[in-house]
């Protein structure tokens, strides 16, 4: 199977970024038959990221491995000058907040009801749209995020998201099928099927990604994507190596 690009080898603790501590997300790798691994921490940890470590994990390992990051795109930030200057395999980028709410971090669900659930969809899909329109990013994240506590909009999800869906199409990016969304309340892959049919028909490239924080999360619930891939039509999945996007079947 292609890689899990999807991987927080430093997960919410930070630096130091070292061999031994990435390595056992590449010996999990290797036991879930993945051909390649890809670690994209959080840009918060952006400073900290040592990139020798990765050529030295793959003269370790064996296994190729590619250089990422998860950017929490935030409208007027300037992320090419932060970005800029470093050997990228990938970046992915992702919508984590609105204003200074981080809708996902445990303990800021009450965030939900200070808005209309249509009104919210409508401003979270805006921002996947402006990250995507940037250029910037090769990897669109966890296209629906926003649904992780089960909160559902009143119109059909498809028309609050096409717009984005259309700009990911025009921007060149693939679009992530993340498997994490199993794990959380929402219990349902991002995105839902009904948006990863649309974006088919757009023939937006996809990867899939674990969002693992821990070894044991690696290619978690890989099987599951891959038969909905396979249901909505896809045969390829995208890769990427030094910032150019090839494919690989998904059997």
């Known amino acids: 199977m292609p890689a899990d690009y999807h991987i927080h080898g430093l997960a919410h603790e ?59 795109f935030r409208p007027g930030k300037d992320h090419c000058r932060e970005l800029a200057g470093r050997p990228w395999d990938y970046l992915i980028g992702s919508v984590h907040a609105i204003g200074d709410w981080d809708f996902d971090r445990p303990g800021q669900e009450a965030g939900f009801n200070a808005w209309d659930i249509d009104e919210l969809y409508t401003t979270y899909f805006s921002l996947v749209a402006q990250a995507a329109a940037t250029g910037i990013f090769h990897i669109i994240g966890h296209l629906d995020l926003i649904k992780i506590y089960g909160h559902r909009p009143q119109r059909p999800v498809l028309e609050l998201a096409e717009p984005a869906l259309k700009v990911i199409a025009g921007s060149g990016a693939a679009m992530e099928i993340n498997t994490a969304g199993l794990c959380k309340p929402v219990g349902e892959i991002y995105p839902a099927r009904e948006l990863l049919e649309r974006a088919f028909s757009l023939n937006i490239p996809v990867t899939i990604g674990s969002d693992a924080h821990a070894p044991g999360e690696v290619a978690r619930e890989r099987e599951q994507a891959r038969e909905l891939l396979r249901r909505v039509g896809y045969t390829c999945l995208a890769t990427f190596c030094r910032q150019e996007m090839a494919t690989e079947p998904i059997d």
Request: glycine residues 10%.
């Open 14 to 72: 930070g630096p130091p970024h070292t061999v031994e501590r990435l390595l056992p997300y590449v010996e999990a790798a290797r036991a879930a038959g993945l051909t390649e691994i890809g670690f994209a921490d959080h840009d918060r940890y952006l400073d900290g990221i040592d990139f020798s470590v990765f050529p030295e994990l793959e003269r370790v390992t064996g296994m190729p491995i590619r250089a990422g990051l998860e950017v929490d």
